[in-house]
């Protein structure tokens, strides 16, 4: 399978990001999605982690089923939260051997109110990198989060890049949280190469298809849902319109990010199709 150092090494990425389902029904679905997306050929497609312990096995479960069942490369999220070294080397030691090299290493987040704190021998997604890159001794993809809009945790901006650099010396790449300019990610890149750092940067994009839901994604994300676009979507109540805004306001987006000399383009799905279909197709995106 491809590593994802190596597709960016060679040209542009587009990639989507899924997340595992915990239902029957939900598993239909994400299947059929992934049929609809398969004909796009993405570079990559990467599957979250429950970082509380909720979806643990189900992450390993789709990733092996999208390694061993389509043609797409997959990435699997890994979180610090919740695991010891040991924990992490068994992980790994599985994915290596069904020839899934590609994980993007996270802090983590608990999600759900039956979530449980365990205890972790991690405390940042640095410390996470850095015993992947010493310890596991393979030549393991890895990829990181980053923040455009600075991390809500992050005392101040500062800080936050600081910390940000020292993780992106280690890392192949990065995919940022979502946002809906293009300032942010153009700040950011510009940010890392004050601070010496040029690793390939992939922008995270969030086409707006529910209102309340992307709006309360933004504020625990910390990304700032702009007043034009929140005042563009203040009447519409009808959902194929909201849909057909994010995705016009999205093409947009994606648009200046290539012209901005973004690496890649990575798609939060939602587990579903249509939004990142219609974006493709706007893009006119190549489909090889
Ligand atoms: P870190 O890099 O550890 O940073 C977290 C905070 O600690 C930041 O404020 C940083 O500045 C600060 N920090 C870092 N190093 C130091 C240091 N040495 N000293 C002091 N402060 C420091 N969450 C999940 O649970 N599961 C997922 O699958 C998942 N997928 C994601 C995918 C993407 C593309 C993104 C952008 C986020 C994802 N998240 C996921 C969310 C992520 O786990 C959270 O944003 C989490 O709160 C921070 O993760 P991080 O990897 O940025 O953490």
């Given amino acids: 399978m491809a590593k994802i150092v190596d597709l960016l090494a060679s040209g542009r990425t587009f990639s989507f990001e899924f997340f595992p389902p915990k239902t029957a029904a939900a598993e239909l679905a994400l299947l ?22 909720s979806t643990r096995e189900l992450t390993r479960d789709l990733v092996m089923w999208v390694r061993r069942d389509t043609s797409i490369t997959p990435m699997a999220h890994l979180t610090c939260i919740g695991h010891t070294k040991r924990e992490i080397d068994e992980i790994i030691a599985m994915y290596l051997e069904h020839g899934v090299e ?3 290493a996270l802090g983590g987040d608990l999600s759900t109110e ?16 850095t015993h992947l890159r010493t310890r596991t001794n393979t030549s393991l993809s890895i990829g990181v989060a980053a923040h455009p809009e600075v991390h809500p945790r992050s005392p101040d901006r500062a800080s936050d890049r600081r910390h940000l650099a020292e993780k992106l010396r280690m890392a192949d790449f990065a995919i940022t949280q979502f946002f809906f300019e293009v300032k942010h990610y153009v700040r950011l890149v510009e940010e890392l190469a004050e601070l010496g750092v040029h690793t390939p940067i992939i922008p995270g994009i ?4 529910n209102k309340s839901q992307v709006q309360r994604m933004s504020q625990m994300s910390g990304a700032v849902f702009p007043e034009w676009l929140s005042d563009r979507l203040a009447d519409v109540g009808d959902h194929d319109e909201v849909q057909r805004i994010g995705i016009e306001t999205a093409t947009l987006l994606c648009s200046e990010l290539l012209d901005a000399g973004a690496p890649g383009l990575h798609f939060y799905t939602l587990n579903r199709s249509t939004a990142t279909r219609h974006i493709y197709e706007n893009l006119g995106l190549p489909r090889v």
């Fill in 206 to 209: 969030m086409p707006v298809t």
């Fill in 114 to 129: 039956t979530d449980q704190a365990r205890p972790s021998d991690f405390t940042y997604a640095t410390d996470l990198v």
């Fill in 102 to 104: 590609n994980i993007l």
């Fill in 32 to 53: 059929h999605t992934i049929a609809e997306l398969e004909p796009l050929h993405p570079s990559f497609v990467s599957v979250t982690y429950g970082a509380g312990g």
